[in-house]
């Protein structure tokens, strides 16, 4: 789909697809076919909110973007006029939003002369930044036997990421369901580059459990130069 004019004119492929599948055992001569599953998605992509700005301090290159899946089974010798004979329905759909919001750089990265020694000079590896400072996304799915209007699962999961400083990211996740009232598991991720370096915190706590890992690696060796800790426990 197009639309827009001229600088403006934005397309958007794949906007809704539909997939349908069946099988068959050739040696079978009762029923040789199996269920038949579909699979539907509307992704319009991503829009330009604009920006949002108060007396000097700006939100910029807001964004928000929408899409769902669909899918579901169909038992094949079953299907009449009369019923369709769909079940076990999958439907998620997830609404994100993202923009760039002022951070400051309390660091900045001086030459890394780190490996001059060894020959050549290796240059210090660019900041790991990208044009979105931070993001926001929420997803929902449900699961239902029958008809999604009366699903067995329904539950929601979020997630979100934030740039305090040119070199250090926040992130957190959580997933919750909506049938049980119940925050099933949450994480936390900290990262800070450092030159050539880069340490990686992250928490996960899930029902009863917690683990924890630290992690310090070279970005230009992450293999051979890491080093890494982490424990877990049980409530």
């Known amino acids: 789909m197009k639309f827009g004019h001229g600088s403006a004119e ?25 269920n038949i599953t579909h699979s539907f998605a509307f992704s319009p992509g991503a829009f330009r909110l604009g920006t949002i700005q108060n ?55 001086p030459k ?14 660019q900041s790991r930044t990208s044009s979105e400072s931070w993001n926001v996304g929420i997803t929902h799915d449900l699961f239902a036997p029958k008809s999604l209007l009366n699903s067995r699962t329904s539950n929601l999961r979020m997630n979100a990421g934030f740039k305090l400083t040119d070199n250090f990211t926040i992130s957190y996740s959580n997933y919750y369901n909506l049938k049980d009232k119940e925050l099933i598991s949450q994480s936390i991720a900290l990262s800070r580059d450092l030159h050539c370096w880069k340490l990686d915190f992250n ?26 800790t982490r424990d877990s426990k049980r409530y």
Do not use: C
């Open 10 to 34: 934005r397309k958007i492929d794949d906007l809704f697809s539909w997939d349908s599948r069946i099988s068959a055992n050739l040696k079978n001569t009762d029923k040789p076919f199996g």
């Open 203 to 228: 928490f996960t706590k899930r029902n009863e459990y917690w683990d924890y890992r630290i992690v310090f690696f070279n970005v230009q060796f992450p293999d051979a130069l890491r080093f890494q």
């Open 55 to 109: 007396n000097g301090w700006k939100l910029d290159g807001l964004s928000m973007s929408y899409s769902n899946r669909l899918s579901l089974i169909q038992d094949t010798y079953a299907i009449s006029s009369s019923n369709l004979a769909v079940k076990n329905q999958y439907f998620s759909q997830t609404i994100a939003l993202s923009g760039n919001a002022p951070y400051t750089d309390y660091f900045p990265q």
């Open 112 to 125: 890394n002369r780190s490996f001059s020694a060894f020959g050549g000079e290796i240059d210090s590896p």
